[in-house]
């Protein structure tokens, strides 16, 4: 059974650090790509980062680039997103996502965890 379970969330005044964990279980998580994404009330899901399956290579939007770094540990099929100087724009639910593309695609997605960036 996969599973992706998100952790961290809350509620962070303006300027304040979060950090995300997606605590990865049912699937080879060294082989993912692992995508954090976000969705604000009213607006579309965005990706904010990726990571490669090793951590070689790692990717951001253009919103939080310089302010959230993605980082993951295969031994413990856990990924983070180091979130710091936060914005009240920053404020949405984030989602951990785990991609494999081969012959099949396999996709899956966490229930997403509420982070709230007020004063």
């Known amino acids: 059974q996969v599973q992706l379970v998100e952790s961290g969330g809350g509620l962070v005044q303006p300027g304040g650090s979060l950090r995300l964990s997606c605590s990865a279980s049912?699937?080879?998580?060294?082989?993912?790509?692992m995508n954090w994404y976000r969705q604000a009330p009213g607006k579309e899901r965005e990706l904010v980062a990726t990571i490669t399956p090793t951590g070689g290579s790692t990717n951001y939007a253009d919103s939080v680039r310089g302010r959230f770094t993605i980082s993951r540990v295969n031994a413990k099929n856990t990924v983070y997103l180091q979130m710091n100087s936060l914005k009240p724009e920053d404020t949405a639910v984030y989602y951990c996502?785990?991609?494999?593309?081969?012959?099949?695609?396999?996709?899956?997605w966490g229930q997403g965890t509420q982070v709230t960036v007020s004063s």
């Open positions: 049912g699937f080879t998580f060294s082989t993912y790509v």
């Open positions: 996502n785990a991609l494999l593309l081969r012959v099949t695609t396999y996709d899956y």
